[in-house]
């Protein structure tokens, strides 16, 4: 009987322990789509401060380089789809804790 609520305990205090884990993970995540969040607000700032005609004259090598227009769309893309991973992370939240992201 003893033996029978020891391994009770331990699995509880298991649990809770991959619990406090998940949890931190998901925080450490949810942290991560913030910051990128923020850097492409920041690229969207220096999008919008960018003159078409100074943007090109910069560009003095044998590349080229990307077009204010170019990064406009390519931030849209990118807005897009953070908000779109955010939307599926806050949705599958509670599975990913439960799982301790497992799957």
Do not use: Y
């Not at 009770?8 to 450490?28: G, I, K, M």
């Not at 204010?68 to 893309?77: F, H, K, M, Y």
């Amino acid at each position: 009987m003893a033996t029978r609520n020891a391994v009770n305990v331990t699995r509880r205090w298991s649990a809770r322990r991959a619990n406090r884990q998940a949890l931190a993970r998901f925080a450490e995540f949810w942290q991560a789509l913030q910051e990128v969040g923020d850097a492409l607000a920041e690229a969207q700032r220096a999008a919008k401060n960018a003159e078409a005609g100074a943007w090109r004259e910069r560009n003095q090598r044998h590349w080229a380089i990307a077009g204010v227009d170019e990064i406009r769309s390519a931030l849209r893309g990118c807005k897009f789809s953070l908000r779109v991973v955010s939307a599926q992370a806050k949705r599958f939240e509670p599975q990913l804790i439960e799982k301790d992201w497992r799957r």
